[in-house]
């Protein structure tokens, strides 16, 4: 297809990724008509408000500039599907929850529909591309099923997996490292790369845009996400050790973050990763390591999520600790609640982890996030509907720390950075515990205050 036929993109899934993709195509390519469809109206609803559904810093700026010219939200996925030259799909691949692969596989039922819905309503030949993070091998079965519509049309299908970090996301795009389009090497396959290559072009060198075959695309973002979760989960097994030896976590990742070889980046130790991405990615690398008869390599990317898994419940079991022994009927505050500053999305976050641990003890837990609904907090933790009268959510930091017994930061917003921990302390019993779950105070500040403050990899007080 010539790149001046390319009138009109419709993304599939108007989430995380979906939302955010498309704002910036739209926002960097006025001339094409880019329209975003889900079938969640309640998410379309709030796409087209003045509330998006997803934080992300500088997002409302970009949705404001394109949406109404050529940014569109909207709940007709058929009538899109028909007008569209470029598909993206962008659904969820959540991790399987039942049958065969329960726990590690990834779930191909929205992708599947979406190829079946195609499939049923094209009435022309479009470029399909998988933005979705899927499995080796996935375009092959999406190949499959729209070659079964009985139309005679043809598809290309490209992949094209997205690396935007959430609480990032608008830079990223805007300024991305690599754009990654995979696709057959044959000249349809060609010719539907340079058609995607274009867009891109419009706003990113073309020695960023990657072009490889279509399995090296797919495996490449499955693996880009391996090796980052596998530095979080060196540096946090390096932290266990500094705690127990007197060395700080902090001082040995800038020691050998110097090392070209080994870089700076990603070395930040913390109460473990969280997310959408990271575990469900990883169990699915395993699970494809497994299907292809390569176990011992399943196993090694698997001890990435156990050391996260560990390193999730030795915080919380280490504020159990120190507080001797017992947290029942005492308050501990947890600051944060989304899986990392600058987003509202919960999924998979540590802090999940740790309340429900520290209400399995029977402690009185009060929440304080900036950006996550009350709502939310307590159907993470608690399960829909479902309420416990242990489990309180604050409406700032000061009212969650008030007459707490102990302080858990588990997000790294920059407000806990700069509270007014003096009064905080005033405010509360004594001993008072601070568990700093991402580094981000000032141990030894706090220790003059009065607290009795610890880091994760960091030398306990006095040593
Ligand atoms: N969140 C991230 O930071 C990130 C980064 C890179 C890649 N990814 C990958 O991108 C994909 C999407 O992630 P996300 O975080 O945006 O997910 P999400 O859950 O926020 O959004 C997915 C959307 O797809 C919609 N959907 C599902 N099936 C549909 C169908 N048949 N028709 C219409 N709409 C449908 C859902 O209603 C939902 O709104 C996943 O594969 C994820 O692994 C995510």
Redesign the pocket.
């Known amino acids: 297809m010539p790149t001046s036929f390319i009138m009109n993109i419709c993304c599939?899934?108007?989430?995380?990724?979906?939302?955010p993709t498309m704002a910036m195509i739209a926002l960097k390519c006025a001339d094409i008509t880019v329209t975003v469809?889900?079938?969640?109206a309640a998410?379309i609803a709030a796409w087209n408000s003045g509330q998006l559904p997803?934080f992300e810093p500088g997002l409302d700026d970009v949705v404001n500039q394109a949406r109404g010219k050529n940014l569109f939200f909207s709940t007709d996925?058929a009538g899109q599907i028909k007008k569209a030259d470029i598909i993206f799909v962008?659904?969820?691949?959540?991790t399987k929850t039942y049958g065969v692969g329960a726990g590690r596989a990834?779930d191909l039922r929205?992708i599947e529909?979406?190829a079946r819905?195609i499939a049923e309503h094209a009435e022309s030949g479009k470029i399909i591309v998988e933005?979705?993070?899927?499995p080796v091998k996935t375009a092959d079965a999406i190949k499959t099923i729209l070659a079964s519509n009985t139309k005679g049309l043809k598809f290309a299908v490209l992949s094209n997996?997205?690396?935007?970090?959430?609480g990032t996301?608008v830079k990223d795009l805007l300024n991305p490292d690599r754009v990654l389009i995979g696709g057959e090497r044959t000249p349809d396959g060609e010719k539907a790369m340079e058609t995607l290559v274009s867009v891109y072009a419009r706003w990113i060198p073309r020695d960023r845009i990657i072009t490889t075959n279509l399995w090296s695309s797919e495996l490449s973002?499955l693996v880009a996400n391996a090796f980052l979760a596998q530095r979080i989960s060196s540096i946090n097994s390096i932290s266990a050790l500094c705690e127990a030896t007197g060395a700080d976590v902090d001082e040995v990742a800038n020691a050998i973050g110097k090392d070209s070889r080994i870089g700076s980046k990603f070395l930040k130790s913390s109460v473990g990763f969280g997310?959408?991405?990271f575990q469900?990615?990883i169990l699915n690398l395993t699970y494809l390591c497994e299907s292809f008869g390569l176990p011992e390599v399943a196993k090694y990317w698997e001890s990435v999520v156990g050391i996260n898994d560990w390193q999730k419940s030795r915080f919380s079991a280490r504020i159990v600790k120190e507080l001797f022994n017992t947290v029942a009927d005492k308050k501990i505050a947890i600051l944060g609640f989304a899986f990392k500053k600058d987003t509202n999305?919960t999924?998979e976050s540590a802090a999940i982890n740790v309340v429900r641990h520290l209400l399995t003890e029977h402690a009185k837990v009060s929440v304080y996030d900036p950006k996550v609904p009350a709502d939310e907090i307590k159907t993470d933790t608690l399960g829909k509907g479902v309420d416990n009268p242990r489990l309180t959510i604050a409406k700032d930091a000061y009212e969650a720390c008030a007459g707490a017994h102990a302080i858990a930061i588990v997000t790294e917003w920059d407000e806990f950075k700069t509270l007014d921990y003096a009064k905080i302390y005033a405010a509360m019993p004594q001993p008072a515990f601070l568990f700093d779950g991402r580094n981000i105070v000032d141990l030894d500040a706090l220790r003059k205050i009065g607290f009795k403050a610890s880091g994760i990899g960091k030398p306990a007080e006095g040593r």
């Not at 997996?161 to 959430?166: I, K, R, T, V, Y």
């Open positions: 599939i899934g108007a989430g995380y990724v979906g939302g469809v889900d079938m969640n998410r997803i996925v962008a659904v969820n691949t959540p990834a929205f529909s979406v819905t933005k979705s993070t899927i997996p997205e690396f935007l970090a959430e996301a973002k997310g959408s991405c469900k990615d999305d999924r």
